[in-house]
Nanobody, 123 residues
Framework: QVQLVESGGGLVQAGGSLRLSCAAS????????MGWFRQAPGKEREYVSR????????HYADSVKGRFTISRDNAKNTVYLQMNSLKPEDTAVYFC????????????????WGQGTQVTVSS
C-alpha cells in the first residue's frame, strides 16, 4: 500500500518555473515506478512523465520534453517534477501515481494516486 501526497503547485507567469513534490508513505516506495499525470478542465487525464524505481529510466510526454525534469529520492520517499519554461497550456491539476509496471505511461497501470495539486500558468 502506498499513499501519495503532492505539493508545490501554484500560480506562475508564463516562462516561470515550479517544482512539484510527491511524498509517499510505505516501505515499498523504492520498488515502484512513479509517474506524473495532469488533468485540465474538461479534458482527460494525460501522462506527463515517469521514472523507474532506481531512477535509471526516465520518460516524458512530447509536450513537456526539454522543459520538465522528473527525479526521485528513495531515501526521502519523494518524487519531484521540475517544471521550467511553463506555458498557459500546462495549466492543470497534477497528480503523482505509483505503478508496479516498470515502463508504462498508461494511467490504467497506475494503482495508487495522490489527490493532486493545481498548477496555473498565466499568460
Amino acid at each position: 500500500q502506498v499513499q501519495l501526497v503532492e505539493s508545490g503547485g501554484g500560480l506562475v507567469q508564463a516562462g516561470g518555473s515550479l517544482r512539484l513534490s510527491c511524498a509517499a508513505s510505505g516501505r515499498t516506495f523504492g520498488s515502484y515506478t512513479m509517474g506524473w499525470f495532469r488533468q485540465a478542465p474538461g479534458k482527460e487525464r494525460e501522462y506527463v512523465s515517469r521514472i523507474t524505481w532506481n531512477g535509471a529510466s526516465k520518460h516524458y510526454a512530447d509536450s513537456v520534453k526539454g522543459r520538465f525534469t522528473i527525479s526521485r529520492d528513495n531515501a526521502k520517499n519523494t518524487v519531484y517534477l521540475q517544471m521550467n519554461s511553463l506555458k498557459p497550456e500546462d495549466t492543470a491539476v497534477y497528480f503523482c501515481a505509483a505503478s508496479r509496471s516498470a515502463y508504462t505511461s498508461d494511467r490504467l497501470d497506475y494503482g495508487y494516486w495522490g489527490q493532486g495539486t493545481q498548477v496555473t500558468v498565466s499568460s
